[in-house]
T-cell receptor, first 115, second 117 residues
Framework: EAGVTQFPSHSVIEKGQTVTLRCDPI?????LYWYRRVMGKEIKFLLH????????ESGMPNNRFLAERTGGTYSTLKVQPAELEDSGVYFC?????????????FGQGTRLTVV | AQSVTQLGSHVSVSEGALVLLRCNYSSSVPPYLFWYVQYPNQGLQLLLKYTTGATLVKGINGFEAEFKKSETSFHLTKPSAHMSDAAEYFCAVSDLLRTGTASKLTFGTGTRLQVTL
């Protein structure tokens, strides 16, 4: 069974440009999460999809970030326009359920560098 | 609000020595606690978790952790370190919402474990 897949693995863009990150969750997982780790700091929650609906987007930093999950399958996270402070590793995770202690499966992450 | 504190951003142990990675949490409700590991160039992988029941939980690769409510701790241990244990380890807490669904994970800052010969 394929795990959570993220594209690209690395991205270097200039300040002001647009970048789109993609996440393919494990097949059949209704729950999809985005997290971000800024260098040296903790991994922080960005948002949670249940199928195509946003269940919780309380962690989204500002309106430069747009997440979508059309059809409830893969998800994209667009940053437009990118700023220097957006640099970090973006992780996607998916889970089949949302019960107590449900394991979330993580992708390898996308390392975004804004210069 | 929940929070997780991991003492020590870097820990170095000799091969064969005890591994102890510390995690303290703050949660207003009974917590669900996790340890994840990230090996180089890989994603986060679940090591073990505590939900309810036995407070000593065993995970993969010989790791275990003990939930101590009185100390609000969930330290990770392994009796004998192996070179392959070198990785970054993250403690996380989740809680159960009134809807019955688990909330997002709140992570600590991570501890990088180095294992030397």
């Amino acid at each position: 069974e394929a795990g959570v897949t993220q594209f690209p693995s690395h991205s270097v863009i200039e300040k002001g440009q647009t970048v789109t990150l993609r996440c393919d969750p494990i097949s059949g997982h209704d729950n999809l999460y985005w997290y971000r780790r800024v260098m040296g700091k903790e991994i922080k929650f960005l948002l949670h999809f249940v199928k195509e609906s946003k269940q919780d987007e309380s962690g989204m930093p500002n309106n430069r970030f747009l997440a979508e999950r059309t059809g409830g399958t893969y998800s994209t996270l667009k940053v437009q326009p990118a700023e220097l402070e957006d640099s970090g590793v973006y992780f996607c995770a998916s889970s089949q359920e949302t019960g107590a202690g449900t394991e979330a499966f993580f992708g390898q992450g996308t390392r975004l560098t804004v210069v | 609000a929940q929070s997780v504190t991991q003492l020590g951003s870097h820990v170095s142990v000799s091969e064969g020595a005890l591994v102890l990675l510390r995690c303290n949490y703050s949660s207003s409700v009974p917590p669900y606690l996790f340890w994840y590991v990230q090996y180089p160039n890989q994603g986060l992988q679940l090591l073990l978790k505590y939900t309810t029941g036995a407070t000593l939980v065993k995970g993969i690769n010989g790791f275990e952790a003990e939930f101590k409510k009185s100390e609000t701790s969930f330290h990770l241990t392994k009796p004998s370190a192996h070179m392959s244990d070198a990785a970054e380890y993250f403690c996380a807490v989740s809680d159960l919402l009134r809807t019955g669904t688990a909330s997002k994970l709140t992570f600590g800052t991570g501890t990088r474990l180095q294992v030397t010969l």
